[in-house]
């Protein structure tokens, strides 16, 4: 069974290093974003605004992370329980989509648990639009809390403002 993965995605691999920068790349273009792109911005912005506000100051908001050198990776947000030693990484769409299971279970767990050796980490995608046919690699958990994710499962909360 083929799943759909991101265009020009390119997986983690082994992570050897990885650290928070306060400044994006500076190869970053920002190309105006008409339809359904430019939706899926508006989307994200006030997901991750409804997180922030619910998780704050637990919650880190598209932060930028330079990994093995000379890669870069923006997961759209983490959700940190310090007590627990625990993170939720974020992947926000518009529609739920197979290309959030690649982001976070190839690219943003792996990059992430390299910022955080020892701590356990947990990924969920934020939708708008649920669609239970969408076939993705893994059986989606639909959870009511995002920080409630199962580590190993792939999570999936509805968020619709």
């Not at 306060?22 to 920002?30: A, E, G």
């Not at 923006?74 to 310090?82: A, F, H, I, S, V």
């Amino acid at each position: 069974m083929r799943y759909k993965k991101p265009v020009n995605f390119l997986p983690a691999g082994t992570v050897t290093s990885a650290r928070f920068s306060d400044t994006p790349p500076s190869f970053l273009r920002h190309p105006p974003r008409r339809g359904r792109k430019r939706q899926g911005l508006i989307y994200q912005a006030r997901a991750g605004a409804w997180l922030l506000d619910r998780y704050k100051p637990n919650f880190k908001f598209s932060p930028w992370v330079i990994f093995n050198g000379d890669r870069w990776c923006q997961p759209d947000g983490l959700l940190l329980d310090p007590g627990e030693g625990r993170i939720v990484v974020t992947e926000i769409k518009l529609r739920h989509c197979s290309e959030a299971w690649y982001q976070l279970f190839e690219l943003y767990i792996p990059v992430v648990q390299a910022l955080f050796p020892g701590w356990t980490i947990a990924g969920c995608e934020v939708c708008k639009w649920y669609d239970p046919a969408e076939r993705t690699p893994d059986q989606p958990v639909l959870r009511e809390n995002p920080a409630d994710a199962i580590i190993g499962k792939f999570n999936v909360h509805i968020y619709s403002p």
